[in-house]
């Protein structure tokens, strides 16, 4: 398929843009199963890369914007975002539990062996929030089966198991929050999660 239009600086006379597929009375799983075989052998045969067999993993739309903040996320970073609405919902922090109460959420961006980075660290981060529009990022580190930082005294024991079970938290990490309506939430998270990988070196290269 050859899209007749004019050059551009970015698109080539005659560049070959898409495979059209002609199906009828199917399933997304048969498209899946037709289109799959086609992808895994061009990139097989056009690239030094490893390529991922087939089946491809497959995400939710919803499962993509909770764990990564947008449908079109870069898998090579590992840190993926995970909902602790509940770890602030009634809490002493206010300002989580009151914009939960008017239909907020909370996510939290976990900074794995985070701990030992200065407080410059943090305090950048913050400010690359407030650089896309937020009000800023609360944060806290977790040591010695502690938590510390500028919203720390607002997780008591039964808060803090909760909080590092739903973002699978070991000592040595740290995690920013961020609290929004769930588009606002995903979009801002997915933007500090892709930060954090690049600020830590997290991001696998050569894939």
């Given amino acids: 398929c050859f899209r007749d239009e004019d050059a551009r600086a970015d698109r080539s006379p005659g560049e070959f843009y898409q495979l059209d597929i002609e199906m009828s009375f199917v399933t997304q799983d048969d498209v899946f199963a037709a289109v799959e075989p086609v992808m895994h052998g061009l990139f097989t045969e056009f690239s030094d890369w490893a390529v991922t067999p087939t089946p491809f993993p497959r995400l939710t739309f919803r499962d993509a914007m909770l764990r990564y903040g947008t449908d079109k996320p870069d898998l090579r970073n590992p840190v993926q975002i995970a909902d602790v609405t509940e770890v602030f919902r009634g809490s002493g922090f206010k300002v989580f539990a009151?914009?939960?109460?008017?239909?907020?959420?909370?996510?939290?961006v976990p900074a794995p062996g985070a701990v030992g980075?200065?407080?410059?660290?943090?305090?950048?981060?913050?400010?690359?929030?407030q650089g896309l529009g937020a009000p800023g990022l609360g944060w806290v580190t977790l040591a010695g089966g502690e938590a510390k930082g500028p919203i720390a005294k607002f997780l008591d024991t039964d808060?803090?198991?909760?909080?590092?079970?739903?973002?699978?938290?070991?000592?040595?990490?740290?995690?920013?929050?961020?609290?929004?309506?769930?588009?606002?939430?995903?979009?801002l998270a997915g933007q500090?999660?892709?930060r954090v990988g690049e600020e830590l070196g997290l991001i696998a290269q050569g894939c």
């Fill in 98 to 108: 009151g914009a939960i109460e008017k239909g907020a959420v909370v996510r939290a």
């Fill in 117 to 129: 980075r200065p407080r410059s660290f943090f305090d950048q981060m913050v400010a690359f929030a």
């Fill in 159 to 187: 808060r803090l198991a909760l909080l590092r079970t739903a973002a699978g938290l070991a000592d040595g990490d740290a995690v920013f929050f961020v609290c929004d309506k769930a588009d606002g939430a995903a979009k």
């Fill in 192 to 194: 500090v999660r892709t």
